[in-house]
């Protein structure tokens, strides 16, 4: 008797437990749903404001800060001022290559993006523009090849190789000539910021406003899409072309920012960039809020891969210009690592967004 009594007790209590069980699963199905529509546009406001705008915004002060410090370098022609314009040049190129993680829009539709950072320089022009009697006002850099505008002709003057130009080398024609690229850097980088914060685009809104009345998206699935094509072409970027192409051709003067030494920097601040968008930043969500709500496995494989392209930058040491030669391995890791993050943001991220994100 008293077995079969447990018997029936374990099995009204079996009833029970999957009945409770049963009944608390339906409205976490209907909660989540609802979550992760509010959360769509929060990341999309988050991604705006915490990100984007944040970053454009310190590229106009840092674009600022170049121009005042090679300015004080045309006026007083010390090495202590050098070194003062050589660490703006860097912290501008630092902001700029992290905001290449989201390269889509105005920095885009505007040819924002070539005005600055056209690359390589080539050095032959650029002396002989220096040594031609062509003015080398503001106003003239806006007519003159990519090639020889924005951040490289700069860092080309006042680094030399590696640094190992002295103030008393730089020419008046190149004062000249430096001033006016951080002007019209500096008009950019201004232009890039109000594109994004005020009309007539003021294209911070219309993300923001993605299905809901944004001109530019009528869905939040388009920019999205955006987004992360944004990721997916930074990362094969930097495999399949910034570091690629001089080493397969084992040419140093392919290297991005070959007069500084600065190339690998670039190359890991936009996969920084990249995480920035993927993680979100200052507190705000990011793209791995909306993955990790339906696929935590999917979220982990990314950070993980995010993580380990940028680590693997660490393995490459000195010159990236010199490691094409002497660390080959090295930097077919790096690719490889980079290959492999863009074929997952490519394979699932993509599919992921296009699956989940409705309007």
């Given at each position: 008797m008293r077995n079969k009594m447990n018997l029936i007790g374990a099995c009204l209590f079996a009833v029970i437990l999957f009945t409770t069980t049963a009944c608390n699963?339906?409205?976490?199905?209907?909660t989540t749903s609802t979550d992760f529509v509010t959360l769509e546009k929060q990341v999309l406001t988050d991604f705006t404001n915490n990100v984007a705008m944040s970053n454009y915004l310190k590229l106009s002060v840092s674009a600022t800060n170049l121009n005042m410090a090679l300015?004080?370098?045309?006026?007083?022609?010390?090495?202590?001022?050098?070194?003062?314009?050589r660490t703006?040049?860097?912290?501008?190129r630092e902001t700029w290559e992290q905001s290449e993680g989201f390269l889509f829009g105005?920095?885009?539709?505007?040819?924002?993006?070539?005005?600055?950072?056209?690359?390589?320089t080539d050095?032959?022009?650029?002396?002989?523009?220096?040594?031609?009697?062509?003015?080398?006002?503001?106003?003239?850099?806006q007519h003159i090849t990519l090639s020889l505008r924005g951040f490289h002709p700069i860092e080309y003057i006042i680094f030399g190789n590696h640094g190992n130009k002295k103030a008393s080398d730089i020419t008046t024609r190149e004062k000249q000539y430096m001033v006016s690229l951080s002007e019209d850097i500096t008009n950019t980088c201004n232009a890039l910021y109000l594109s994004w914060s005020s009309a007539p685009i003021n294209f911070a809104q219309e993300v923001i406003n993605a299905g809901n009345g944004s001109a530019k998206y009528s869905t939040k699935l388009e920019v999205y899409t955006a987004l992360v094509n944004a990721?997916?072409?930074?990362?094969?970027?930097?495999?399949?072309?910034?570091?690629?192409?001089?080493?397969?051709?084992?040419?140093?003067?392919?290297?991005?920012?070959?007069?500084?030494?600065?190339?690998?920097?670039?190359?890991?601040?936009?996969?920084?960039?990249?995480?920035n968008v993927y993680l979100g930043v200052n507190g705000g969500k990011g793209l791995k809020d909306l993955v990790a709500s339906k696929n935590k496995a999917l979220d982990n494989k990314i950070q993980n891969q995010i993580i380990a392209s940028i680590n693997s930058f660490s393995n490459i040491t000195g010159y990236y210009e010199d490691a094409i030669l002497t660390q080959r391995?090295?930097?077919?890791?790096t690719m490889q690592a980079l290959t492999t993050l863009k074929a997952t943001l490519e394979g699932d991220l993509l599919p992921f967004i296009v699956q989940n994100v409705k309007d």
């Open positions: 699963k339906a409205p976490e199905t209907a300015q004080n370098l045309n006026n007083n022609t010390t090495d202590s001022n050098l070194i003062v314009a703006a040049w860097q912290t501008l105005p920095v885009e539709d505007n040819d924002y993006d070539p005005n600055m950072d056209t690359w390589p050095y032959v022009q650029l002396d002989s523009l220096i040594g031609s009697n062509n003015s080398l006002l503001a106003s003239d850099i990721l997916i072409d930074i990362a094969g970027e930097v495999a399949e072309s910034k570091m690629l192409e001089p080493y397969e051709t084992k040419n140093p003067q392919l290297v991005e920012s070959p007069y500084s030494g600065n190339s690998l920097t670039d190359f890991r601040n936009n996969i920084v960039g990249l995480q391995i090295q930097i077919q890791q």
